[in-house]
């Protein structure tokens, strides 16, 4: 038995990097509860066969897309920080990083937030002004592929033995920051459209590169539909919200009708936006009614 990483899965072929060299693979047990996802630790076998799935630090999962019926999606496992990329133009959207910020925070996953394409950007100040009301735990990092602007805070991350992943919205330049990691063109990228300031996404399945340093980087492509799913983190991404409840009048206010609401108060004189109260209520009765269907 050799024990490896799952470096990338094609449908039922799974890459693994076993003893330096990438081998394809294929699971053993055909009726395997899961099946391993970029990230895993597995054992192989002597005929090239994953017969076991170590255990897992971490996943990053979520609902599986278009099932109505609760069912795991593992996107990756053993993750060490994740960066939630958006481009700083008309992709860039706080209601989206509210969610991504939501869906890490409950699987426990450590993450920061890229802002790219700080080369073309003329006024970085207003996005980095509405990112500031988002209360993420680690600063922004603004980078641009063009000049190196803002690598060195990313590096900072992506230390030996430690595991990165990149998630975002399609033609954000996830890709271009790893090729910019790696030093050369790994992963596939085309430039954004004239006029229309989207790039065209081309990654079509999660990798996982190692940097000469070690460090394990690994890409996925756009997600559309982002389902929560249950962990045991406790979401942060809302802090100021929480932090203004404890100045209302009644323990269980609604926000809606009560006398004495301090986050109506708050919206009113403008320290807070209905739109962020919006998307608060919302990320927190999904993240209550995930919790519950994962116990039953």
Not at 47 to 54: D, M, Y
Not at 198 to 214: A, D, Q, S, W
Not at 219 to 227: A, I, T, V
């Amino acid at each position: 038995m050799r024990t490896g990483r799952v470096i990338s899965v094609h449908k039922s072929l799974f890459k693994v990097l076993l003893d330096g060299a990438e081998v394809g693979c294929r699971m053993l047990r055909k009726n395997a509860d899961e099946m391993p996802a970029v990230g895993d630790w597995v054992r192989v076998d002597s005929t090239g066969a994953i017969v076991e799935i170590l255990p897992r630090r971490n996943v990053m999962a979520r609902k599986a897309a278009g099932t109505v019926r609760s069912q795991r999606q593992v996107i990756a496992a053993n993750i060490d920080h994740a960066f939630i990329v958006t481009s700083m133009n008309e992709e860039f959207n706080p209601r989206r990083i509210e969610r991504y910020l939501t869906f890490l925070q409950l699987q426990n996953i450590e993450c920061s937030l890229i802002l790219t394409k700080a080369d073309i950007c003329d006024d970085a100040a207003a996005f980095l002004a509405q990112v500031d009301a988002l209360h993420i735990p680690h600063p922004p990092i603004c980078t641009s592929v063009v000049d190196g602007t803002g690598f060195d805070a990313v590096l900072h991350y992506a230390t030996p033995d430690k595991t990165l992943i990149f998630i975002g919205s399609s033609g954000v330049g996830k890709s271009s920051i790893i090729n910019h990691l790696m030093g050369q063109d790994v992963m596939h990228t085309s430039a954004i459209s004239v006029g229309g300031d989207k790039g065209r996404h081309t990654t079509t399945h999660r990798e996982m590169l190692i940097m000469p340093n070690g460090a394990a980087i690994i890409d996925s492509p756009g997600m559309r539909e982002l389902q929560l799913w249950s962990g045991e983190g406790e979401i942060t991404a809302f802090e100021d919200i929480e932090g203004l409840t404890a100045g209302c009048k009644f323990r269980n206010c609604s926000h809606k009708s009560e006398p004495d609401c301090a986050v109506k108060d708050a919206v009113e004189s403008g320290v807070l936006t209905a739109q962020r109260l919006q998307s608060y209520e919302k990320m927190m009765k999904e993240a209550a009614r995930v919790r519950l269907s994962s116990k039953n």
